[in-house]
């Protein structure tokens, strides 16, 4: 499901009146307003996909149990799966030492990447350790 910011709505950038004012308070946000966030299998640590989040996508992720982006292009919220019923159920939420990236370990259900894939990363390896 998406849903664009509605009126009253802070846009990025600004944060969010919902997010817990000390979680808020915490976060390093870029210069748009948004932190990496980071979507890890739990129970692997496969590392699935890498979305952004402002203030509201976090309070969201945190309140519903779903992963919630800020999708940059479209610019307007996106709950992963609502579409394609590849959803990530959050089993935890975290914050880098810097406090600027968010580490979401999610149970995922079917692929990660919108082009179907499990994982975002696995279609273009670089370099594979022998």
């Not at 149990?65 to 479209?74: A, D, K």
């Not at 370990?105 to 919108?114: E, F, I, N």
């Amino acid at each position: 499901m998406t849903s664009k910011p509605t009126p009253g709505t802070p846009s990025p950038g600004t944060p969010a009146s919902n997010l817990d004012p000390a979680i808020a308070a915490r976060l390093r946000r870029g210069a748009d307003g948004l932190v990496p966030a980071i979507a890890q299998q739990y129970d692997t640590g496969e590392v699935l996909m890498l979305g952004w989040m402002d203030d509201e996508a976090l309070h969201r992720t945190l309140t519903t149990g779903r992963c919630t982006y800020w999708s940059r292009s479209r610019q307007e919220y996106w709950v992963k799966g609502d579409t394609s019923g590849h959803i990530q159920q959050v089993k935890s939420v975290a914050l880098d030492c810097d406090a600027d990236t968010v580490l979401v370990r999610v149970d995922q259900t079917g692929a990660a990447c919108h082009t179907g894939d499990r994982t975002c990363f696995d279609a273009d390896v670089l370099l594979l350790a022998q």
